[in-house]
């Protein structure tokens, strides 16, 4: 078996074990050929694919076009250089941002195409849903062994946190150690009031391998904890694993985005019914601990 990971340097990617996991440099997933290329020269077998344009509410907001554009034509591109390469078995992310926006809780895989995403990311939304399209059209025509996992917000060690583009639990951490340092306010974006999900990337990287080498079913397999969890605690959370005693101030020029986004993880729970997850409390720990040990090349 010889495994590659796309994506292989990024939050979730970092964290999964492969036998390939190249950078951009190496392989180009924008252009078909070179993955075709690249898959039968190391005859790979099995893929893990991580690899997407990826980013908090603000970057989705500002970059939409981007963002669709890119996860459209890598993740496209992934799927048909497996199938003409003769992958035994793909398992590729999509995201609980696929969910419609209007929906009943909790999310469950059966929901994703039933209506439209959240405004804040439909674009992105939308392009990772057509994994799900073109993973079981693959099935279906070719017998394609090709599946899709759906984790919540994922956070931990080796995420972005770049203040613009990142997600809320490295921009806080970020946030709140900065506001420590300068004797500043620790502010939130929003009102702090949505409910998330949030998963802590070891998990993902145990449960993915799960998947890999258990699971191949065409339906979407929700990847969460059965916790969601307000932006307002996470930010209290933080402070308190921080040391912040300052002020927590919530800026309402910055939008919310979806309101909660609870998911259905009773197939998981299924099928792993021991599965410990990592608490908030300690994936929190070590995030912050990873901050502080990369810092200085974060933030430079
Ligand atoms: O993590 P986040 O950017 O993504 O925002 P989403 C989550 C919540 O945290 C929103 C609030 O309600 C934000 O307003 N928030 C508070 C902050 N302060 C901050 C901050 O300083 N930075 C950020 N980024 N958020 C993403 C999708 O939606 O979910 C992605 O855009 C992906 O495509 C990801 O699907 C899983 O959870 O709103």
Known sequence: MSLLVTGGRGLVGSAIAGDF?????????????????????NQITQIIHCAAKVG??????????????????????????????????VVSFMSTCVFPDKAT?????????????????????YSKRMLDVQ????????????????????????????????????????KCDEAINTHSDF?????????????????????????????????????????????????QTIASVMGFEGNIVYDSHYPDGQLKKPSDNSVLR??????QFTSIEDGLQQSVHWYKEHKKEITT
Request: hydrophobic share 35%; glycine share 4%; net charge negative.
């Open 21 to 41: 996991k190249p950078t951009r440099d190496e392989l180009d997933l924008m252009d078909l050929e070179s993955i075709v290329a690249y898959l039968n020269e």
């Open 56 to 89: 908090g509410i603000k970057a989705n907001m500002d970059q939409l076009g981007e963002f669709f554009y890119a996860n459209t034509i890598i993740n496209t591109n992934v799927l048909e250089a497996a199938r003409c390469c003769s992958v035994e078995k």
């Open 105 to 125: 809780y909790p999310l469950s895989a059966d929901q994703i195409h039933d209506g439209e995403p959240h405004s804040s990311n439909y674009a992105y939304a």
């Open 135 to 174: 993973s079981r059209a693959y099935r279906e025509q070719y017998g394609c062994n090709f599946v899709t996992v759906i984790p919540c917000n994922i956070y931990g060690p080796n995420d972005n946190f770049d203040l613009e583009s990142s997600h809320v639990i490295p921009a806080l951490i970020r």
């Open 187 to 235: 502010v939130i974006w929003g009102s702090g009031e949505p409910w998330r999900e949030f998963i802590f990337v070891g998990d993902v990287a145990e449960i993915t391998s799960w998947v890999l080498n258990n699971y191949n079913d065409p339906a979407p397999f929700i990847m969460s904890p059965e916790s969601e969890v307000q932006i307002s605690t996470i930010a």
């Open 270 to 275: 299924e099928l792993m019914p021991d599965y």
